[in-house]
Every structure is written in C-alpha cells, then in structure tokens.
C-alpha cells in the first residue's frame, strides 16, 4: 500500500503573508489615499517637507563645493543639513523614519566621498539603491506579484483579489513596469555624468534634484492611472446596450 502524496510545497508566497507585507511597507512607505480614494501622491512623496529632505543636502554639497572647491567643508555642510531636518521632526513630534534615513544615507555618502576623495562618489551611493529598487521590482513582475498591484491594492481596498483577474494583473505589471523605466531613466542619464568625473559633478547633481522626487512622483501617478480599474457601473452599461441589429437582411 502506498503512501499518500505530500502536497508539493507552493513555489508561491503565501497570500496572507504578501498581503501583510504589503500592508506594512505600504505604511511604512507613508503611501496615502484622497478622501475620493485616488492615491494622494504629493503625501506619499512625504509632503513638502519630506520632498525637502530629500534634495536640500544634495543642494546644500553642491553650492558649497561649487563656492569652495573644499571637500570637507561641503560633506558637513549636507550632513548638518540632514539633521537639521531631524531635529525639526522632533519638534513637531512626527517619525523620524524618514529623516533619519536621510541622515544615514547622506552620511554614507559622505563617508564615501571622504574616503576616495572625489566629489563625485557623494552621489555613488544612489545608484546601487536605484539598482536593487530596479531587480526587486522586475523580480516582483516575473514571479507575478508586482509592486504596484501590492502598494495600489490596498489603497484601492482590493486587497489580493486584483490576482484573480488577469486584466488587473497584467495592468499592475504594466503599472510596475512604469516606474522601473522611471528608476532606469535615472541612470541611463545619471551614470555617464558620474563617469565624467569633476567635469560632470554639476550636471549630475541638478539631475539628481530633477530626477529625484519630481520624477518619482510623476512615475508613481502615471502608474497610478494606468492601472484604474474599470468601474463596475462602465461594465454594466456595456453589458446592458442592446446589440445594434445586423445591416443584413433576415
């Protein structure tokens, strides 16, 4: 008499565990939906001040080593500017998550170029960041789990359900696909000014500013509207329209 089978186990993640994680870097990313439930992406951005955050030390290492053609000086003028905007968090008792990732990149970044000396590798350090954003997510496209189904689904209440319909998924693997040549945009235009040395340390650093949060945004609210479900009453009065009669004769 044989044994029964043992299920295989299931190549796939388990439902409940995807949704969970999505749920919580969907919070963690700060992801936030309008009273209407459109996607609300100037918040999820973090705001004014979180776009601040993100730019003004770039900013701040560039007209100070444009001004000073000193390394040093420049380097702690960013990082100054990094905690600045911790401290200001402090006093208006938000999470520090944000700024204090800020603050540990821009030190990174710093430590870098320091440690090379070469102006240019303070901004090193984003292009491998961009590089896993890209695997993760063409990794999530392939195993068909794309990030836009599993960061959009919960702010449209779909939760997983989007899995089940394949226009839905292939529309959030499209969505996905948006913003990876959004993060590819970056360093097909960044990595040759980077290569360029001092020559290039201007341009580079006013397209990182540029392609930054102004681009991520745009990225993020095309993928956003790409991947709009049909809404359900559209679906009924097209099912409800009455066949036009045939121009051929009975």
């Not at 968090?89 to 870098?112: C, E, K, Y």
């Not at 997510?137 to 089940?164: C, H, N, Q, Y």
């Not at 609210?221 to 009453?233: E, F, G, Q, S, Y």
């Amino acid at each position: 008499m044989t044994s029964p089978q043992q299920p295989e186990p299931s190549e796939q993640p388990e439902p409940s565990a995807v949704q969970g994680f999505a749920e919580g870097y969907a919070a963690k990313a700060g992801l936030h939906r309008t009273h209407d439930g459109r996607i609300d992406v100037l918040k999820s951005a973090g705001g004014i001040q979180g776009i601040a955050e993100s730019i003004v030390p770039g900013m701040v290492f560039l007209i100070a080593f444009t001004i000073s053609r000193d390394l040093t000086p420049s380097l702690v003028a960013a990082l100054a500017s990094a905690a600045v905007f911790t401290v200001v968090r402090l006093v208006q008792r938000r999470p520090l998550t944000q700024a204090l990732a800020g603050v540990v990149g821009v030190g990174i970044s710093a430590w870098l170029a320091n440690s090379t000396g070469k102006a240019e590798d303070f901004y090193l350090p984003g292009f491998f960041t961009n590089t896993a954003y890209i695997l993760a997510m063409v990794i999530s496209i392939a195993i068909k789990w794309p990030v836009a189904g599993l960061l959009f689904g919960i702010i449209r209440t779909e939760g997983l359900d989007w899995r089940k319909d394949p226009a839905r998924l292939k529309a959030y693997r499209l969505g996905t696909w948006i913003i990876v040549a959004v993060l590819v945009l970056r360093l097909v235009v960044q990595v040759p000014l980077y290569l360029m040395g001092a020559d290039g340390l201007a341009a580079l650093a006013t397209t990182r500013l540029i392609m930054g949060a102004p681009l991520y945004i745009l990225g993020v609210w095309i993928a956003w509207l790409v991947t709009r479900p049909v809404p359900a009453d559209a679906d009924a009065r097209t099912s409800d329209q009455p066949s036009k009669p045939s121009s051929s004769g009975a």
